[in-house]
T-cell receptor, first 114, second 117 residues
């Protein structure tokens, strides 16, 4: 069975601080995909990143960066110089691909205080 | 990529009634997925809908309560039957892309926010 653990349920930071959202996953698949989604207060899910299990390169996109470590089954997400607009619930998710379901973590609610 | 629209975007319904949610995709997809997000909770898969066959339901979800139709490769409906306040949730339609660029990426619709009184 697949499992995604987001140990931080809520985080508050002051604007311009850096923040890291943790994600630990469990799977028996050798091929799998990891995702991060953002859900702002409006409710829609916004795709942030997809990473497959064979690509352990870290990725940076603007203020966002992701650290994928298979050795620790972690896929952490860092926001640099946080902004109020970053306030949202962030979900880490896991899929085996091939039209398999996506298993979501419980989500981390990030509040960025001006 | 895939662009997904859902109707209605939100609704307020009375206990005991049923609501049908529509999901339209701008491209043909093999599988469509229906998720539920209860207030303050994560997303839980209700069922997987493959065109031309009956939907496959996850544990805890049954066809009588959540009947699904999948008449073609771009459209699906989810009905929430005999609603109770516990059904108040956001219902999301999702597809998995099968094009070369977005392979295995999940796309989500904007969701239908349902409140049952």
């Amino acid at each position: 069975a697949q499992k995604v653990t987001q140990a931080q349920t809520e985080i508050s930071v002051v604007e311009k601080e850096d923040v890291t959202l943790d994600c630990v996953y469990e799977t028996r698949d050798t091929t799998y995909y990891l995702f991060w989604y953002k859900q702002p207060p409006s409710g829609e899910l916004v795709f942030l990143i997809r990473r497959n299990s064979f690509d352990e390169q870290n990725e940076i996109s603007g203020r966002y960066s992701w650290n994928f470590q298979k050795s620790t089954s972690s896929f952490n997400f860092t926001i640099t110089a946080s902004q109020v607009v970053d306030s949202a619930v962030y979900f880490c998710a896991l899929s085996g691909g091939g039209y398999q379901k996506v298993t979501f973590g419980i989500g981390t609610k990030l509040q960025v205080i001006p | 990529s895939a662009v997904i629209s859902q109707k209605p975007s939100r609704d307020i319904c009375q206990r005991g009634t049923s609501l049908t949610i529509q999901c339209q995709v701008d491209s043909q997809v093999t599988m469509m997925f229906w998720y539920r997000q209860q207030p303050g909770q994560s997303l839980t898969l209700i069922a997987t809908a493959n065109q031309g066959s009956e939907a496959t339901y996850e544990s805890g979800f049954v066809i009588d309560k959540f009947p699904i139709s999948r008449p073609n490769l771009t459209f699906s409906t989810l009905t929430v039957s005999n609603m109770s306040p516990e059904d108040s949730s956001i219902y999301l339609c999702s597809v998995e892309a099968n094009d070369r660029v977005s392979y295995n990426e999940q796309f989500f619709g904007p969701g239908t926010r349902l409140t049952v009184l």
